[in-house]
């Protein structure tokens, strides 16, 4: 979809040669290389997942992947590209949503899969310092028995990375508890453009010592340099932690819902998800997580996943019984019903049906995703917006767009609205937009809450951002990256 914007790697950028290979082969361990060019000559099935993103709509022609192992190693292949006008994608997981981690054209690819060590944990601060390429699920089971939890915690967790979460900002289902990156990062490496390595890798919590760098970093998804290292907070784990399913009969229950469940969960409440029918029926119908009985769910509209994480069992059970009983004998009661967990095997089988919408959209079909804040009141117009639209253009059809689907994080007013296509096409993608950016700007939303902007939004940001932000933003942008070898055509045009 990007292609047909025009959009293209610079030309002032150069392809690798094989000159650029013996280089890179030289510092290099001969595991970290992949490359179709000679003398390495690897199978095209060995770059192709490097080459294309999770959902499958962004395609690069990336001719040779690298695989360092230190941060020296980074340095090195940075310099050399800066020198030699190559462009550099940094690749964590590849998880991302939004194109952002793949070679727009022939880029170079940087993986950071084989700097995944652990460098140090302080219990006693909490404080973790781990390289970038540590796999958030790997981190999580690492502080556990340390009685700590990572700060965030998403669906991809299995396969995103540490450096790829900071270089998104990602927010998840933790972000109402425990805040957002910028405030739980408390240090970097960092890999200029240049090959000049930062060194912020505090482990500090307070350092007012003027401009706060590492800021820039987070979020700006590898177009100002490359995470080799992250120092992170991780707040004790909750000693008590449970959740529940609620069926709602109408979305106008939700903003009241919210209003009471934070009001008398107060410091106990972790989570609030939002998921619609179509996104419930879709996890359902794709086995993610466990389906509540058929009378359950008779006559809801929508479902809210409630976490609570606290000190104390008994307290925690408690108020959510509490909670339940006041809610299910309201005269005009918020919810139909509600399923508490009772050990946790049923904790993870409700969480799945939030967590697994992506997985089961993804199973269904090709997926446009738009990651959008608006306010939680304008959840179910915008999806009933987007599907007459589309119904207008005569596309809802099953060999068109089968489903609009929207759920999300409502705890942190952020939606995610999917349309669930039979295929990628530019009739629904010339439907789409801007008409979906349109939406948000009228409620003075954002076009990405949580996944950024990569390739897939770039032409949007002007719909969330006033000119002398973005002003501003490419002159950070020529001062880090004057050659503009670091993750081109991401994030800015
Ligand atoms: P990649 O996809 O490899 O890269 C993402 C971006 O970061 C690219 O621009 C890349 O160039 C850059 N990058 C990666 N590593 C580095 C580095 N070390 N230094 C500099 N730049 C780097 N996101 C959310 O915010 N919340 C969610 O709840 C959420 N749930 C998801 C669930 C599923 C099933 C899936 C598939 C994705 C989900 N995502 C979510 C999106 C995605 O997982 C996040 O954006 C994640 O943070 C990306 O991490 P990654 O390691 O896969 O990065
Ligand atoms: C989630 O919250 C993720 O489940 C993915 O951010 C959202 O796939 C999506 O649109
Ligand atoms: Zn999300």
């Given amino acids: 979809a990007y292609r047909s914007r025009g959009i293209h790697a610079p030309a002032s950028l150069n392809a690798v040669t094989e000159t650029d290979l013996a280089h890179f082969a030289s510092i290099l361990a001969p595991s970290s290389v992949i490359s179709s060019l000679a003398p390495v000559n690897s199978p095209t099935d060995e770059l192709d997942p490097f080459n294309q993103d999770w959902m499958g709509r962004f395609k690069g022609n990336a001719n040779t992947v690298l695989k360092p192992k230190t941060v020296q190693e980074v340095s090195q292949i940075v310099k050399w590209c800066n020198e030699r006008r190559i ?41 973790l310092v781990a390289d970038a390429g540590c796999i958030l699920q790997a981190l999580t089971d690492y502080v556990a028995p340390l009685d700590h939890v990572m700060p965030l915690d998403l669906g991809a967790k299995g396969s995103c990375q540490i450096g790829g979460n900071v270089a998104t900002n990602a927010g998840g289902l933790r972000l109402l508890r425990y805040g957002s990156l910028h405030g739980s990062v408390l240090g970097l490496e960092v890999v200029l ?28 998804e590898g177009t100002l340099g490359i995470i080799t290292a992250v120092s992170i907070l991780t707040p004790p784990a909750p000693q ?28 106990i409440l972790s989570a609030f998800e939002f998921l619609d029918r179509t996104a419930y029926d879709l996890a359902v119908k794709h086995g993610q997580g466990k389906a509540l009985d058929e009378s359950e769910v008779e006559g809801a509209q929508c479902f809210v996943l409630v976490e609570t994480s606290g000190g104390r069992r008994e307290h925690d059970e408690e108020k959510l019984n509490d909670l339940l009983e006041k809610l299910l004998e309201a005269d005009e009661p918020l919810i139909n019903t509600g399923v508490v967990s009772q050990n946790p ?33 304008t959840f179910k117009d915008c999806v009933d917006a987007t599907r007459d639209h589309l119904e ?102």
């Fill in 87 to 127: 462009g550099i994608v940094p690749q964590g997981g590849n998880t991302g949503l939004v194109g952002g981690s793949v070679p727009i054209g022939n880029e170079l690819v940087l993986s950071l899969a084989n700097m995944n060590k652990v460098r140090s944990f302080d219990p006693v601060a909490g404080i």
């Fill in 193 to 220: 453009p240049d090959g000049t390595i930062l060194d912020q890798l505090t482990t500090l919590r307070k350092d007012n010592t003027g401009y706060d760098l590492k800021q820039l970093f987070i979020g700006a």
């Fill in 240 to 267: 008590a932690t449970s959740n529940v399913i609620l069926a709602l009969p109408h979305f106008d229950n939700v903003l009241p819902l919210f209003q009471t469940v934070k009001r008398d969960l107060s410091e």
């Fill in 345 to 377: 095997s049923q904790f993870e089988s409700i969480w799945g049906l939030r967590e697994g919408v992506t997985e089961a959209i993804s199973k269904e079909g090709k997926a446009y995703k738009y990651d959008i804040s608006v306010p939680v009141a």
């Fill in 392 to 493: 207008s253009k005569g596309l809802m059809r099953p060999d068109a767009v089968k489903y609009v689907v929207g759920y999300g994080h409502c705890g942190d007013g952020n939606l995610h609205l999917n349309v669930c296509a039979a295929a990628y096409t530019q009739e629904i993608a010339d439907a789409l937009e801007p008409f979906i950016y349109e939406l948000v700007q009228k409620h003075r939303g954002s076009v990405s809450a949580e996944h950024g902007i990569g390739a897939m939004k770039t032409h949007a940001l002007h719909y969330s951002k006033d000119a002398v932000s973005i002003g501003l933003m490419k002159q950070i942008k020529g001062i880090f990256d004057p050659n503009g070898i670091m993750n081109p055509g991401k994030v800015l045009e």
